[in-house]
Nanobody
């Protein structure tokens, strides 16, 4: 059974940092590209960042230069380091592997 469990969200002031983690199980993590999505209140799902199985990364323009995605294949872990957070980054953040996603972790940024 595929399981993705996000953690690391919280409440932070604008300009602050958070590091999200996603623990993966039930599939061969090292063989799969992974991604982070987010959903703000009343909005649709927005792609944030992706990392290929070989470590190639990509970012949405809105987070480029502030967020860093990484993965630890031996530990089956995906990360998202978020710096210089803005109120507009407030959302539930999900990690995804193909059509699977976790339950999400809430990130709230206050002014």
């Amino acid at each position: 059974e595929v399981q993705l469990v996000e953690s690391g969200g919280g409440l932070v002031q604008s300009g602050g940092s958070l590091r999200l983690s996603c623990s993966a199980s039930g599939f061969t993590f090292s063989s799969v590209g992974m991604s982070w999505f987010r959903q703000a209140p009343g909005e649709g799902l927005e792609w944030v960042s992706g990392i290929s199985r070989t470590g190639r990364t990509s970012y949405a323009d809105s987070v480029k230069g502030r967020f860093t995605i990484s993965r630890d294949n031996p530990q089956n872990m995906l990360y998202l380091q978020m710096n210089d957070l803005r109120v507009a980054d407030t959302a539930v953040y999900y990690c995804r592997a193909g059509n699977y996603r976790g339950q999400g972790t809430q990130v709230t940024v206050t002014a």
